[in-house]
């Protein structure tokens, strides 16, 4: 097997066709909360296990179930003031469990893409009529329950395989947020239809700040800051995308929320930015540069 997985091309950050975003801006921003339900008891995964305790895992299990009766409307809230919509990264059992939470999306006009079924059952094992099903499911429940198109996908816990994509593509999806490699839409390599990666930083990922580099939340609201600062300003040359992906349950806290409120308002205060859906970038992207960046990553690669 090849130590490269093919799924895109090569270009260099500095020899790629300008990217323009609508009204000349510079960077487009799209904040990707995910809203997901944790299954208390779910069926195994021989090469996953969702909870790293024995059950009963109360702690782990509760702690999730915060985000979606309080850490949520504390972060609505947030985003509400700065005027930025949310691109919901959805677990799409959520609909039949927290109907509330969908009609307030909803509402605000935010978008909605799927995460799954359930953010405990993976992908991983599974054939490609296993997965076609959690696709089609996707598809018809947020049709059901919003009346939207699902335009964008980040799997559970990030578990693909390896015709993933082409799936993806064949359904008709037009972005996914599982790969991590650029700050700008890239096309992907899929079997047939077209796919773009759309940016969605790790970095950025407040379980990653959060659980893993133990990062006060004070230092969150920074890294976000500057996150954004640094793209803005190489977005004077070609479009850049910044993501700032999010969970109820870590960044709702009480003691977290103030923090990342005034990063936002940060954002949200300067010029030439364009606060979007990952489905409104998609969409600019198809229409505006995807022929030409193709093209020139196959030249490169001919």
């Known amino acids: 097997m090849s130590s490269d997985p093919g ?9 790629r066709p300008k990217i323009t975003w609508p009204n000349g801006a510079k960077i487009a921003v799209w904040v990707a909360p995910n809203v997901e339900y944790y ?30 009766r309080a ?17 919901v990264s959805l677990n799409v059992a959520l609909c039949e469990h927290h ?47 919003t009346g939207q198109a699902l335009a964008g996908w980040l799997a559970p816990a990030l578990s693909n395989n390896p015709w993933t994509m082409d799936l993806l593509a064949e ?11 650029d700050d700008q839409p890239m096309p992907v390599n899929v079997k047939s239809g077209r796919l773009i990666s759309m940016p969605y930083s790790l970095e ?14 004070r230092h969150y609201g920074e890294i976000i800051k500057r996150q ?14 910044m993501c700032i992906p999010l969970h109820p349950y870590l960044v709702g806290q009480p003691h977290r929320i103030e923090p990342f409120a005034e990063a936002l308002q940060h954002i949200a205060k300067h ?32």
Request: net charge negative; charged share 20%; glycine share 6%.
């Open 71 to 87: 850490g949520w409307w504390r972060m609505m809230e947030a985003m509400d003031n700065a005027g930025i919509r949310g691109s």
């Open 171 to 181: 359904y008709g999806l037009l972005y996914t947020c599982d790969l991590f490699h």
């Open 228 to 241: 954004f600062d640094q793209l803005y300003a190489e977005g004077e040359r070609s479009g850049t995308v």
């Open 7 to 15: 799924l895109y091309g090569f270009i260099p950050y500095n020899r």
């Open 39 to 68: 299954e208390y008891a779910p069926p195994p995964n021989p090469q996953r296990v969702p909870w790293s305790r024995p059950l009963p895992d109360v702690l782990a299990y509760s702690q999730r179930d915060y985000g979606n």
């Open 271 to 302: 010029d030439d930015v364009w606060l979007a859906t990952g489905r409104e970038i998609a969409e600019h992207y198809y229409a505006h540069s995807y022929d030409r960046m193709a093209a020139d990553i196959a030249a490169l690669q001919a």
């Open 204 to 217: 950025m990922n407040d379980v990653i700040v959060y659980n893993s580099n133990l990062s006060s939340p």
């Open 99 to 145: 109907p509330e939470i969908i009609e307030a999306c909803a509402k605000r006009g935010w978008e909605f893409y799927s995460h799954g079924i359930y953010n405990t059952r993976y992908t991983y094992g599974m054939s490609p009529d296993q997965e076609r099903a959690i696709i089609e499911d996707s598809i018809e429940t947020i049709r059901k329950w």
